[in-house]
Nanobody
Framework: QVQLVESGGGVVQAGGSLGLSCAAS????????MGWYRQAPGKQRELVAR???????NYSDSVKGRFSISRDNAKNTVFLQMNSLKPEDTAVYYC??????????????WGQGTQVTVSS
């Protein structure tokens, strides 16, 4: 069983910054990718940023240049630094990870979500 526990989030004014973190715990072989996704009311969940075990990153176009994702492999933790926040960044942010629970089994896991609200 793998758990993803998120922290951070909250309410911030437009132009401000927030940081999110997500720690993976449980029994597993290794973690492949870790990332952040978000879902605004009435919209589908979308990728925000993702980082692989080899430190390759990719970002949605809407956050490039404003958000930065990083990862601490030793602590199985992923961070998202969000700068220059806009009201349209308001959403529930979910941590997601693809985890190798054995050398031949890879599964996706999700955190419980954390609310980010950007006021104008």
């Amino acid at each position: 069983q793998v758990q993803l526990v998120e922290s951070g989030g909250g309410v911030v004014q437009a132009g401000g910054s927030l940081g999110l973190s997500c720690a993976a715990s449980g029994t597993f072989f290794s973690i492949n990718s870790m990332g952040w996704y978000r879902q605004a009311p009435g919209k589908q969940r979308e990728l925000v940023a993702r980082v692989t075990s080899g430190e390759t990153t990719n970002y949605s176009d809407s956050v490039k240049g404003r958000f930065s994702i990083s990862r601490d492999n030793a602590k199985n933790t992923v961070f998202l630094q969000m700068n220059s926040l806009k009201p349209e960044d308001t959403a529930v942010y979910y941590c997601g990870a693809t985890v190798d629970t054995s050398p031949v089994v890879r599964r996706a896991y999700w955190g419980q979500g954390t609310q980010v609200t950007v006021s104008s």
